[in-house]
């Protein structure tokens, strides 16, 4: 976050993918594959979103880069999924009213915009 901000970072493991050096057979790495390429997209228009709304979301923005940045200095993948996390510990470390506002508009962005499990 921008110095100023006021924002706490708060560490959240995160699991990556699959363990290197495991075995993985034929089918799921394609599977993988398939389902990397659609999480590639999906947070590509959920950044999308967040930078096409200006001054409205200029907050929910830098909340967003923020988890970003973490995520990738944890060593982790940026997935929707790891973004609802990360937005969730942080709700839950902050009393500040105003932080928790933007942290919720961000979260309802996210979700509003990560497709539902298939078989859910």
């Known amino acids: 976050m921008p110095a100023g901000c006021g924002y706490r970072r708060v560490a959240v493991f995160i699991s990556g993918s699959s363990q290197p050096g495991h075995f993985c ?6 599977n ?6 659609q999480h590639t997209t999906i947070e590509a228009d ?6 096409s ?3 409205a979301l200029a907050a929910e923005t830098a909340v967003l880069d923020a988890v970003i940045r973490d995520i990738v200095i944890h060593g982790k993948k940026v ?7 990360y937005l969730i510990a942080e709700l ?11 942290l919720r508009s ?15």
């Open 25 to 30: 057979p034929q089918g799921l790495t394609d």
């Open 32 to 37: 993988t594959m398939k389902l990397n390429e």
């Open 46 to 51: 959920i950044i999308q979103h967040f930078r």
């Open 53 to 55: 709304g200006g001054d």
């Open 79 to 85: 997935t929707s999924k790891a973004i609802i996390l």
């Open 92 to 102: 839950e470390s902050t009393s500040d009213v105003v932080e928790l506002d933007v």
């Open 106 to 120: 961000a979260l309802e962005i996210v979700v509003g915009k990560t497709p539902d499990d298939e078989g859910f």
